[in-house]
């Protein structure tokens, strides 16, 4: 692994990173405590982006950090100097711009001056030269190949790192207690928050058939360790090259993604994580149930079996998985024509925010005399029950109504 912090930007010796000193520019570090971290969300932008990143993308990677000084739009305004096109508000090109250098502000919707707000940023930092003299990952890392590591800690506490399914396996056999782990998003509060202890952790991050993500004839099969921005970019892909009435479940999960924490946790998270975990308020589980999604589950002898999503939980944070099983897999089959899926989420806030109530909802039109009827139809919900719930007595109603 190759981690760099705030630390590794800017220096006493080198000077403030370009990111470091537009945000300074642009009096967005205020407070300064959440400022390294939308630092380095933008500086890992940028290194993963082969071109510059649209104003889009910048507000994306942003919305995992939150500031509490409510300062955002100094913020954002920083950092659109690395961005492909700065035509929005504040510009020289804004449409809110009026006569003799004036501009209306959209929140109080009264005039002023364009040079009292100006974006120093614009002119007086390059944001073309963000590339110059960056830390690479290191060429010797590349080289070397995921190694098995088995770490132990007070208390007993043991920390595996396998990389062959077979071992997972053979692991959770022998400790049928064991943590399955990925990006530690819902074990790391547990054990801060909740004091819950593991004895046996297991990192599955580096094994193959965890993290499968392919295209198939029928439908789409995803590893259980596959990370959720992985699969966020490879759902997009997938909604330009197939036909439209084949991805009408890709495009709910999109948008039910996209409301789904921050991209921090969605780099990090794995859908076997969250599925497995299984909160009420999963964002993902009911669309799963409701796009008739199929798990495969393997136990330690190799042996597999497929069960429906909608079959799969049991109830608060119980799953249909014996205590040698894991989950392997996730097949999500292509809809059919006059097959919609589409989801559902109200939380408090749009952006990082745990669902008060979410939902997903398919529904199957075929048509018959003259008419279009509801052929099938699937209404699950979130955050109602002690898992995710169907709804039933819906679905038996809407049945064959026009």
Same mark, same amino acid.
């Given at each position: !692994?190759?981690?760099?912090?705030?630390?590794?930007?800017?220096?006493?010796?080198?000077?403030?990173?370009?990111?470091?000193e537009?945000?300074?520019?642009?009096?967005?570090?205020?407070c300064?405590?959440?400022?390294?971290?939308?630092?380095?969300?933008?500086?890992?932008?940028?290194?993963?982006?082969?071109?510059?990143?649209?104003?889009?993308?910048?507000?994306?990677?942003?919305?995992?950090?939150?500031?509490r000084?409510?300062?955002?739009?100094?913020i954002?305004?920083?950092?659109?100097?690395?961005?492909?096109?700065?035509?929005?508000?504040?510009?020289?090109?804004?449409?809110? *711009?009026?006569?003799?250098?004036?501009?209306?502000?959209?929140?109080t919707?009264?005039?002023?001056?364009?040079?009292?707000?100006?974006?120093?940023?614009?002119?007086?930092?390059?944001?073309?030269?963000?590339?110059?003299? +960056?830390?690479?990952?290191?060429?010797?890392?590349?080289?070397?190949?995921?190694?098995?590591? *088995?770490?132990?800690?007070?208390?007993?506490? !043991? $920390?595996?790192?396998?990389?062959?399914l077979?071992?997972?396996?053979?692991?959770?056999? =022998?400790?049928? *207690?064991? =943590?399955?782990?990925?990006?530690?998003?819902?074990?790391?509060? +547990?054990?801060?928050?909740?004091?819950?202890?593991?004895?046996?952790?297991?990192?599955?991050?580096?094994?193959?058939?965890?993290?499968?993500?392919?295209?198939?004839?029928?439908?789409?099969?995803?590893?259980?360790? !596959?990370?959720?921005?992985?699969?966020? *970019?490879?759902?997009?892909?997938?909604?330009?090259?197939?036909?439209?009435?084949?991805?009408?479940?890709?495009?709910?999960?999109?948008?039910?993604? =996209? $409301?789904?924490?921050?991209?921090?946790?969605?780099?990090?998270?794995?859908?076997?994580?969250?599925?497995?975990?299984?909160?009420?308020?999963?964002?993902?589980?009911?669309?799963? !149930?409701?796009?008739?999604?199929?798990?495969?589950?393997?136990?330690?002898?190799?042996?597999?079996?497929?069960?429906?999503?909608?079959?799969?939980?049991?109830?608060?944070?119980?799953?249909?998985?014996?205590?040698? +099983?894991?989950?392997?897999?996730?097949?999500?089959? $292509?809809?059919?024509?006059?097959?919609?899926?589409?989801?559902?989420?109200?939380?408090?806030?749009?952006?990082?925010?745990?669902?008060?109530?979410?939902?997903?909802?398919?529904?199957?039109?075929?048509?018959?005399?003259?008419?279009?009827?509801?052929?099938?139809?699937?209404?699950?919900y979130?955050?109602?029950?002690?898992?995710?719930?169907?709804?039933?007595?819906?679905?038996?109603?809407l049945?064959?109504?026009i």
């Open positions: !692994m190759h981690v760099i912090t705030v630390e590794g930007l800017g220096s006493c010796r080198r000077g403030l990173h370009p990111i470091q537009s945000l300074a520019r642009t009096h967005g570090s205020q300064g405590f959440c400022t390294p971290g939308f630092v380095m969300s933008m500086y890992a932008l940028l290194q993963s982006s082969q071109t510059p990143p649209t104003e889009e993308q910048i507000e994306e990677c942003l919305a995992g950090n939150l500031c000084c409510t300062g955002y739009r100094a954002l305004e920083a950092f659109r100097v690395f961005a492909k096109t700065s035509n929005i508000l504040y510009t020289g090109v804004s449409s809110l *711009n009026l006569q003799d250098g004036q501009s209306v502000c959209p929140s919707g009264k005039p002023y001056s364009v040079d009292r707000h100006k974006p120093t940023s614009y002119n007086e930092v390059d944001g073309t030269k963000y590339t110059e003299e +960056e830390l690479i990952f290191p060429p010797e890392l590349l080289l070397k190949k995921p190694t098995f590591l *088995n770490l132990t800690g007070f208390g007993g506490l !043991m $920390w595996y790192r396998p990389i062959t077979q071992h997972v396996l053979d692991l959770k056999a =022998k400790y049928p *207690n064991a =943590k399955l782990i990925v990006g530690n998003t819902e074990v790391g509060i +547990e054990t801060r928050l909740k004091r819950i202890q593991y004895q046996v952790l297991v990192s599955v991050m580096h094994v193959p058939e965890l993290n499968v993500l392919e295209t198939r004839e029928d439908g789409i099969e995803i590893g259980a360790a !596959m990370r959720l921005s992985i699969l966020l *970019n490879f759902f997009r892909k997938v909604v330009t090259e197939r036909a439209a009435h084949e991805t009408s479940s890709c495009k709910a999960f999109i948008e039910q993604l =996209k $409301w789904f924490a921050g991209s921090q946790i969605r780099n990090v998270s794995s859908i076997g994580g969250n599925i497995c975990t299984a909160s009420p308020i999963s964002d993902l589980n009911p669309l799963w !149930m409701a796009a008739r999604a199929k798990f495969r589950i393997i136990d330690s002898k190799g042996n597999i079996k497929t069960v429906l999503a909608e079959n799969f939980f049991l109830g608060y944070r119980k799953l249909d998985l014996a205590y040698d +099983e894991i989950l392997l897999s996730v097949f999500l089959p $292509w809809d059919k024509t006059f097959e919609f899926v589409k989801e559902f989420k109200q939380s408090h806030r749009r952006d990082d925010d745990i669902a008060i109530v979410n939902a997903g909802i398919h529904v199957h039109l075929q048509e018959h005399s003259d008419n279009w009827v509801v052929a099938d139809a699937s209404i699950v979130g955050g109602v029950a002690p898992c995710s719930l169907s709804a039933i007595k819906t679905k038996e109603f049945i064959d109504k």
